[in-house]
């Protein structure tokens, strides 16, 4: 359990399936920013992308606690018991709900790229710092995206980022590692059977605490 005033990173996405390059990022940015923890919010429905394709959630949530498993990574998806959509209203109700703890939103230059795409993406800057870490391919659309640009002024460098200071929004930090090629994609493509592996699995929620019942479809409300 983290303690109060903990700071956590959190990482979105619709873990269709969970691999393990999103254990090694996690794991990446909890250390190069000094995190006690790293949440994987797994989302009911991503309105960014198609629900064909999409696995049920208690698949999704259970594939990313094995990948999660003897790390300092929670997964969660507290969404469904918010009963929000969008980001920017999950993270406002997380600093409600969590009040104590410092959160920074993680993403990959590939989110950044479409972030100016996001409901009240501004919104979403300003509510918590943003640490952006490299994706192969992406970080040239990145850079020239319009969230980029109005992101740019409020780059700070990781250092004083890092060093258990306050922190404040907006903030933009920049992560460089040797890039992970894995995607949830190119699994489902090789493995597209991956899902039923986890069928029949009603995981408990490593935030809230509550049963996600497997037969329980994807929302998108």
Known sequence: M??????????????????????????????????DEVWWLVSPGNPLKPKKGMAPLAARVTSAMAQAKRAPI????????????????????????????????????????????????RGIARRMPIAVIARPGYDGDAVASPAMAWLRRFQVP?????????????????????????????????????ASRHAGFSPRDQVTHSLIPSGEETVTP
């Open 158 to 194: 990781l250092a004083s980022f890092a060093n258990g200071g306050e922190w404040s929004a907006p903030a933009l930090v920049t992560l460089r590692f040797d890039p992970d090629p894995r995607s949830a994609t190119a699994i489902r493509r090789a493995d597209p059977d991956w």
């Open 74 to 121: 929670r997964v969660t998806a507290i969404e469904r018991e918010l009963g929000t959509r969008y980001t920017v209203d999950t993270l406002t109700a997380l600093q409600r709900r969590f009040a104590k703890r410092e959160f920074v939103w993680l993403m990959g230059s590939d989110n950044l790229a479409q972030f100016h795409l996001w409901r009240d993406w």
């Open 2 to 35: 983290a303690m109060r005033g903990s700071r956590i990173g959190l990482l979105g996405g619709s873990f269709n399936p969970a691999h393990g390059g999103h254990r090694r990022i996690s794991l990446f940015a909890r250390e190069a920013l000094g995190l």
